[in-house]
């Protein structure tokens, strides 16, 4: 069974920076794909960024993209979530989900998940 823990939220003003960790445990992290999703109030949970194992590809959404990356790092077994210039809009409650796959590549849905985190909150304000 996969366990995965969020880290990294919190308040920022925007044009500030964060960077989100999810730190993945209980099993071989071989063939997984890592999605991490944002749910702001009263909206439904969106895919922001993917990043797959092997082989190594990435995809970010299209409202993020050139202020967010995510990465991978084997050795801790940790994607990372950088995000950048941040915007009010950008608030939620940031999830992580994972799941087993060697034939899909990115971007993966909300349906397509096996695992989840906690989550961890978001706040962009002046």
């Known amino acids: 069974q996969l366990q995965l823990a969020e880290s990294g939220g919190g308040s920022v003003q925007p044009g500030g920076s964060l960077r989100l960790a999810c730190a993945a445990s209980?099993?071989?992290?071989?063939?997984?794909?890592f999605t991490w999703f944002r749910q702001a109030p009263g909206k439904a949970r969106e895919a922001v960024a993917c990043?797959?194992?092997?082989?190594?590809?990435?995809d970010i959404a299209d409202s993020v993209k050139g202020r967010f990356t995510i990465s991978w790092d084997q050795a801790k077994s940790t994607a990372y979530l950088q995000m950048n210039n941040l915007k009010p809009e950008d608030t939620g409650v940031y999830y992580c989900?994972?799941?087993?796959?060697?034939?899909?590549?990115?971007?993966?849905?909300?349906?397509?998940?096996?695992?989840w985190g906690r989550g961890t909150s978001v706040t962009v304000s002046p």
């Open positions: 990043i797959s194992t092997v082989p190594r590809s990435t």
């Open positions: 989900g994972s799941e087993s796959n060697y034939v899909d590549s990115c971007p993966r849905g909300v349906r397509d998940m096996d695992y």
């Open positions: 209980g099993v071989a992290i071989d063939y997984w794909i």
